[in-house]
């Protein structure tokens, strides 16, 4: 015996110089700590051990030689009976200079089937996508298009029982006010209802958006509010949108503040010329400037409803007071059947916190009003008014007119008592 921590044992390799590791376990003999702790101190049964065979042949007459120096002698050896019977089974001799693992498990229980060892290894990352998740995004993309777009033609909003006079409000600026009247204007038409459009901001950009001409001396809305001139000869259908008319508002709109002061009925200029309209429409919807002025008043007064959309920052909620109010002293002396009826959430980041704590509070304020539909940033929505569209048509897969379609969809829902038929 070396004190390299081999045995020369040259019943294993069938050379005196190939050394075999102590952990080496075989039929006949175990690892010296069997000496200090014997079968009986452990609780395993024994049997008498038989010298090791050579070449496998049991040789009954051989002599102790052939045991292990140092063990007991082969009546007194004992072996434990090991409860995986399929380890000797895979015992092969050692090569020189290889130890050979033990082929049993860490405990005497047999090796079963691979069970994770705690409940966390189990758990299925939230990243795996459902079955309806499973289609390719391209295909989904593909699918949305052809949704939004609906190229048959078919009603598949609900179109309202009565003209909905819906006013986009809002006297602070860059909250998405045209944005939101542009889009849910062209959702609506391309699913089946006939919609209106009034460009009620100097700065004309819901006109820029449905691409409709409204330099210099082109008719405006400026021509109804101080010339009278009959809201029909104004309109302009949209090109490419069936079922769907823009007022324009030009330049000349943004002398009307002060020529409206000298002006009978000032505030209510705007209500006669949609209701002296011959046609019918199912929506109306006007675009408001961002102030509290005249302008806005006429919307006001011309209106059913407020649809008021809220940026999901802090100062969008600022001044959200100060316009409740202005609507409650139109409520009371002009327009006793104006409510605000949709807050529709914008810009919405869901990167921050504060877009989050914004859309509880809304929620929390003003309950139901509040569309489940929420408006995210989405670089699309701003690339379309460059081309003269909505992005219902600029890019109809895309996250921003997604959620606009819902928005819309929700709307019409929301204002509608009875279902229509799909191709009424």
């Known amino acids: 015996m070396h004190d390299d921590g081999r045995y020369d044992d040259p019943r294993v390799t069938g050379s005196a110089s190939d050394p075999v590791s102590r952990e080496t ?10 000496a200090q702790n014997p079968p009986a101190a452990r609780g395993e049964a024994s049997v008498p051990d038989a010298p090791w065979p050579r070449g496998g042949a049991v040789n009954p007459g051989a002599s102790d030689s052939g045991t292990r120096p140092g063990n007991a002698s082969p009546e007194a050896r004992v072996i434990p009976i090991r409860r ?8 092969e001799p050692a090569s020189p200079h290889q130890q050979v693992p033990d082929p049993r498990p860490a405990s005497d229980t047999p090796a ?56 986009v409000a809002n006297q602070k600026g860059g909250v998405g006010k045209t944005t939101t009247t542009v889009n849910l204007a062209v959702a609506l038409a391309l699913h089946g209802n006939r919609v209106l459009v009034v460009d009620l901001d100097p700065q004309g950009n819901a006109s820029t958006g449905l691409n409709v001409p409204h330099h210099t001396g082109v008719p405006d809305v400026y021509d109804c509010l101080i010339n009278s001139v009959p809201l029909e000869e104004v309109a302009q259908a949209v090109e490419g949108i ?10 000349d709109l943004a002398g009307a503040e002060i020529e409206l002061v000298s002006v009978v009925a000032r505030e209510s200029r705007l209500a006669r010329a949609i209701a002296a309209y011959p046609g019918h429409f199912d929506y109306v919807f006007i675009d408001c400037p961002p102030s509290l002025g005249l302008l806005t008043v006429n919307a006001l007064v011309a209106a059913q409803e407020v649809l008021i ?7 969008a909620l600022e001044g959200l007071n100060q316009l409740i109010n202005n609507i409650n002293l139109v409520r009371q002396h002009l327009n006793p059947r104006l409510e605000v009826s949709t ?4 810009m919405y980041d869901r990167r921050t916190r504060l877009a989050d704590a914004v ?23 701003s690339e379309a008014p460059s081309y003269g569209q909505s992005v219902m048509t600029y890019d109809p897969g895309s996250r921003g007119a997604t959620s606009y379609f819902e928005a819309a969809q929700e709307i019409a829902e929301r204002g509608v008592k009875e279902p229509v038929s799909r191709n009424a």
Not at 242 to 251: E, G, K, M, Q, S
Not at 343 to 346: D, F, H, V
Not at 359 to 381: M, S, T, Y
Request: aromatic share 8%; proline share 13%.
């Open 25 to 34: 376990e075989y039929p006949g003999w175990r690892p010296s700590e069997g």
């Open 84 to 91: 995986n019977s399929s380890a000797s089974a895979r015992f």
């Open 242 to 251: 069936p079922n769907l008319w823009c007022v324009p508002a030009t330049i």
């Open 343 to 346: 807050i529709l959430l914008t």
């Open 112 to 167: 079963g089937p691979y069970e994770p060892a705690t409940p966390e290894a189990a758990y299925v990352s939230r990243e795996t996508p459902t079955r309806e998740e499973d289609d390719p995004p391209l295909a989904m993309e593909a699918m949305r298009a052809v949704q939004i777009l609906n190229p048959s033609g078919e009603v598949t909003m609900p179109r309202p029982e009565r003209t909905r006079v819906m006013c």
């Open 359 to 381: 859309e509880q509070d809304v929620r929390n304020h003003f309950g139901d009003k509040v569309l489940q539909a929420v408006i995210p940033r989405n670089v699309r929505v």
């Open 309 to 315: 959309p809220i940026q999901c920052e802090y100062y």
